[in-house]
């Protein structure tokens, strides 16, 4: 609270919002102004002319509120959408992305401090998450998701003995053919987290058991 015009001077509210500017000549003008960051006051100023006796002058406070929103791209700068993302701190709650793979949290106090993450199965975000401490004002927190990759990899044995020169064969959301090496071993990698596969080693000369293996999604890698 400042005191203006015929006097200066300061004074901050109690705990119950009360303030006092003592001992003021009479007869004069006042102007008083309160402010406080992260609030509006109504009004935001009092004038009173030619004090002649104790007066009271009452303001009312608004804590202000902000917004955190922003939109989650994938690697080709496309909208994201079904995404989860999830708001902590002061307010929690969570949003989805939308078709253009935009979000948003509205009327959120000012001066709180906050967090937004997204998620979503088979998927890395850059940055894993924002953070807003002391919100000032609206702020925008973008993401881009990136498809995990991992590898399916595996062995021939004929008895303990790996089987070299055996051709593997990759079915399903991507195709490949690999050879075993001399220990036996093949590896498919780079296969995005949501495809589905199969493997299937090559019969020329030997029956295999078993004839093959699939897998419906890759939240890891796979043996």
Avoid at 103 to 121: C, D, H, I, K, M
Avoid at 163 to 192: E, K, R
Wanted: charged share 10%; aromatic share 10%; net charge negative.
């Amino acid at each position: 609270m400042t005191l203006g015009g015929a006097a200066a001077g300061t004074s901050q509210t109690d705990a119950n919002g009360q303030y006092v500017f003592a001992d003021l000549p009479a007869g004069l003008d006042y102007t008083l102004t309160v402010a406080k960051t992260h609030y509006t006051f109504n009004p935001p100023t009092r004038q009173l002319d030619d004090l002649g006796a104790d007066t009271t002058a009452d303001f009312t406070a608004t804590l202000l509120t902000h917004n955190v929103s922003g939109r989650v791209v994938d690697s080709g700068g496309n909208g994201f959408a079904g995404a989860t993302v999830s708001l902590t701190g002061t307010r929690t709650g969570s949003a989805t992305t939308d078709a253009a793979g935009y979000y948003s949290f509205a009327s959120l106090p000012a001066g709180g401090n906050y967090t937004v993450e997204p998620s979503r199965q088979f998927y890395d975000f850059s940055p894993a998450r924002g953070s807003f401490n002391d919100l000032g004002g609206d702020q925008a927190a973008n993401f881009t998701a990136v498809l995990r990759t991992f590898s399916i990899g595996g062995r021939v044995t004929e008895g303990a003995n790996g089987v070299a020169g055996v051709a593997v064969n990759l079915s399903g959301s991507q195709t490949a053919t690999t050879q075993t090496d001399a220990a036996g071993n093949y590896l498919f990698t780079q296969l995005p987290a949501n495809g589905a596969y199969a493997v299937t080693p090559a019969p020329p000369v030997y029956a295999f058991a078993p004839g093959g293996t699939s897998f419906n999604t890759l939240p890891f890698n796979q043996t």
